[in-house]
């Protein structure tokens, strides 16, 4: 970020929402604040109600480099090690997918089809990364009880870490597993959102996406699905008679993945749109 005159909070907002627009970010002023609040380590209310206030020049240090960052398009999430999912706050690092909105469909489809949230119930969460999903539905459900499994195991530290800092280190697992290989025991409830981006289509995906967050966590192999065939053919031994399977699916692959499915003799319970009405989410049973 090019040198200032002021080291006031108004001044320097408004230039960096100004770099932050010309580099192409779609919500400049928001971001600025985010990277003001994360350098300077104030709120974001500050930023807009004590424009007159100065910044400390070590602040400002950080924060040139921050801008320059995301100016080159790298993450917000990667820049400050936090998102926020299901009105939770989670750390994520390059060695995680960055959770998104619409993965909150699968939340949404699952407590739906949960008549008694206090039930004891155990959640099994497969490529689990930051462990978002799995523990949105821990806080939502008090007596229930998750593994996750990632083959990653930088990634599987971060869903520790996550854990920890959500107060629900008690109630989940996080191993170190290559999806359901050598898993024992049955769970109420298979959650997962699965690779499924074709191979051949990531390098057109947006730059934030294509040459930042990790690609194990984005390829769905030649077709995109990969995935689901792995999960259709080996869940069903790990669901309990009255259990589900939910899977997130990228846009048009609903019915390929019915497909998939109901050829693993896996009956279709529910599918979901997300907030664009897009079909994202599928619920099965056995």
């Given at each position: 970020?090019?040198?200032?005159?002021t080291?006031?909070?108004?001044?320097?907002?408004?230039?960096?929402?100004?770099?932050?627009a010309a580099?192409?970010?779609?919500?400049?002023?928001?971001?600025?604040?985010?990277?003001?609040?994360?350098?300077?380590?104030?709120?974001?209310?500050?930023?807009?109600?004590?424009?007159e206030?100065?910044?400390?020049?070590?602040?400002?240090?950080k924060?040139?480099k921050?801008?320059?960052?995301?100016?080159?398009?790298?993450?917000?999430a990667?820049?400050?090690?936090?998102k926020?999912?299901?009105?939770?706050?989670?750390?994520?690092?390059?060695?995680?997918?960055?959770?998104?909105p619409?993965?909150?469909?699968?939340?949404?489809?699952?407590?739906?089809?949960?008549?008694?949230?206090?039930?004891?119930?155990?959640?099994?969460?497969?490529?689990?990364?930051?462990?978002?999903?799995?523990?949105?539905?821990?806080?939502?459900?008090?007596?229930?009880?998750?593994?996750?499994?990632?083959?990653?195991?930088?990634?599987?530290?971060?869903?520790?870490?996550?854990?920890?800092?959500l107060?629900?280190?008690?109630?989940?697992?996080?191993?170190?597993?290559?999806?359901?290989t050598?898993l024992?025991?049955?769970?109420?409830?298979?959650?997962?959102?699965?690779?499924?981006?074709?191979?051949?289509?990531?390098?057109?995906?947006?730059?934030?996406?294509?040459?930042f967050?990790?690609?194990?966590?984005?390829?769905?192999?030649?077709?995109?699905?990969?995935?689901?065939?792995l999960?259709?053919?080996?869940?069903?031994?790990?669901?309990?008679?009255?259990?589900?399977?939910?899977?997130?699916?990228?846009?048009?692959?609903?019915?390929?993945?019915k497909?998939?499915?109901?050829?693993?003799?896996?009956?279709?319970?529910?599918?979901?749109?997300?907030?664009?009405?897009?079909?994202r989410?599928?619920?099965?049973?056995?």
């Amino acid at each position: 970020m090019p040198a200032i005159s002021t080291n006031t909070i108004g001044a320097i907002y408004q230039q960096l929402s100004g770099e932050l627009a010309a580099a192409g970010i779609e919500e400049p002023r928001l971001e600025a604040r985010m990277l003001m609040s994360f350098a300077a380590g104030i709120d974001q209310s500050h930023i807009l109600g004590y424009p007159e206030d100065d910044i400390a020049v070590k602040s400002l240090a950080k924060l040139s480099k921050f801008a320059a960052r995301r100016k080159s398009g790298e993450p917000i999430a990667y820049i400050t090690g936090q998102k926020e999912f299901w009105s939770l706050n989670f750390k994520v690092s390059r060695e995680t997918l960055i959770p998104r909105p619409d993965s909150e469909t699968l939340i949404e489809a699952v407590l739906g089809e949960l008549p008694d949230k206090n039930a004891s119930l155990k959640i099994l969460d497969l490529g689990t990364g930051t462990g978002c999903l799995l523990l949105a539905l821990l806080s939502e459900l008090p007596n229930a009880l998750g593994l996750g499994v990632d083959s990653n195991p930088k990634t599987c530290d971060i869903a520790r870490d996550n854990a920890n800092q959500l107060g629900l280190v008690s109630r989940v697992t996080i191993q170190q597993r290559d999806w359901l290989t050598g898993l024992n025991g049955n769970f109420n409830i298979i959650i997962s959102n699965p690779p499924y981006i074709v191979e051949s289509e990531i390098a057109a995906l947006e730059p934030d996406v294509n040459q930042f967050e990790p690609h194990l966590a984005l390829s769905g192999g030649a077709d995109g699905l990969a995935a689901y065939h792995l999960i259709a053919t080996q869940c069903s031994a790990h669901l309990t008679p009255d259990g589900f399977l939910a899977v997130e699916c990228g846009m048009g692959q609903i019915p390929d993945i019915k497909g998939i499915f109901l050829k693993n003799n896996l009956k279709i319970k529910s599918i979901h749109r997300d907030i664009a009405n897009v079909e994202r989410c599928i619920l099965a049973t056995v």
